[in-house]
């Protein structure tokens, strides 16, 4: 009986404890769940970042690049035979990963926006030199392709350069610079003026980039446009003025809706020399012709054309030259297999006319690094946007 009164009065014990520790025990009333809202006033894909009034957009795209062809075309990768250790050709490789954000939200000194674009490499397309003869796979590195802030008109931060975002790329081809039509990466200090009516303006103070582009003073390059667009296209002019060079060049750019499926360009640069030729022997000027004015002599042409044969498949087409008689030609085909994914075929073929100088005289360093006066070559990409 003794034993039994133990147990009992043990057992009595630890259920007495158990329930006084349960009734110390608090529980934390769970917090209302903050769900993500959805921000319709810039379009699709944004939504409030939680706490703010700042809509949100993230997106980007994984491309795979396959080339093939003539030095100086879209393929110019180089490599050397393991075996024999002779020089030859190979596919061009290349894998790119962009990511992407969007940011707005309306102030009393109107739209406050941001946006950024990051991009990253793996593969064989990379230029070639004395001291890289050859191209090997490898990664590429992390590459700012635009960073800037925008309130209201004014625009600070990394863009293109608006002699080319302003009146327009030439053309949906892949290869555009068969003739070389302007500059690209620079910061800047713009502003913009839209009248609401289809007319809008730009004015943009640039730094350039690069050995040669890049402003060697205080003085910036400057940029202004002005663009006219209705329902039947647009009309754009632009003028850059190289400050390091003293040049001025210009483009004018007419777009046409022939139809819904078709729809037109062409585009007229014309450029002064000013001092470019006082420093044509300088070998790190890979163009020889300042931040603006890349194609060769005074003027230059790009026209192209976009067909939309159905919801899933286009073609492209593009035609350019410029006074010392270098062309280049370039079309292809692009299927939307599922919304998201598309894989375009191209072909270009370009024609050197002032091939000669950069072959006789290293000094007279060319645009392009072609080994001979006609080249042609073809690329294969399968690009997955989100």
């Not at 599922?338 to 290293?362: K, N, Q, R, S, W």
Request: aromatic letters at 14%; one cysteine or more.
């Amino acid at each position: 009986m003794n034993i039994r009164s133990l147990l009992l009065g043990s057992v009595g014990a630890m259920i007495a404890v158990s329930d006084a520790r349960a009734d110390a025990i608090v529980v934390a009333e769970p917090e209302v769940a903050e769900y993500i809202k959805i921000c319709d006033v810039y379009g699709s894909g944004y939504f409030y970042i939680p706490g703010t009034e700042t809509c949100l957009r993230t997106g980007g795209y994984v491309r795979y690049d396959i080339g093939l062809g003539d030095v100086g075309s879209y393929d110019h990768a180089r490599t050397s035979a393991v075996g024999a250790g002779e020089d030859q050709g190979t596919w061009q490789n290349n894998t790119r990963f962009t990511f992407q954000t969007w940011t707005g939200q309306e102030t009393e000194l109107g739209t406050l926006k941001t946006y950024t674009e990051t991009r990253m490499n793996f593969g064989n397309h990379n230029p070639s030199g004395p001291d890289n003869p050859h191209d090997h796979a490898f990664n590429g590195g992390i590459t700012l392709t635009y960073a800037w802030i925008q309130l209201g008109g004014l625009r600070v931060g990394k863009d293109w350069s608006a002699f080319d975002m302003f009146i327009g790329c030439a053309g949906d081809v892949f290869d555009q610079m068969l003739v070389p039509y302007g500059a690209f990466d620079t910061n800047v200090v713009q502003y913009y003026f839209d009248a609401g009516n289809g007319f809008s303006a730009v004015i943009s103070l640039e730094e350039g980039s690069g050995a040669v582009g890049t402003i060697d003073g205080y003085v910036p390059h400057v940029v202004g446009g002005v663009k006219n667009t209705q329902h039947w296209g647009a009309i754009t002019g632009v003028v850059a003025y190289d400050s390091n060079y003293d040049s001025v060049a210009s483009k004018v750019r007419v777009d046409v809706n022939v139809t819904h499926e078709l729809s037109l360009f062409g585009m007229f640069g014309y450029g002064s020399n000013g001092k470019l030729n006082d420093d044509s022997t300088n070998a790190s000027d890979a163009h020889g012709r300042g931040f603006y004015k890349h194609w060769g002599g005074n003027w230059a042409f790009w026209a192209g054309a976009k067909y939309k044969y159905n919801e899933t498949t286009s073609f492209n087409v593009q035609l350019s030259g410029d006074q010392l008689k270098n062309y280049g030609f370039a079309t292809n085909v692009a299927y939307t297999v599922v919304p998201g994914f598309t894989i375009t075929a191209e072909v270009d073929f370009d024609h050197y006319g002032d091939f000669p100088l950069a072959m006789v005289d290293p000094s007279n360093v060319n645009w392009t690094n072609a080994d001979k006066k006609n080249s042609v070559g073809g690329i294969l990409r399968f690009e997955r946007s989100f």
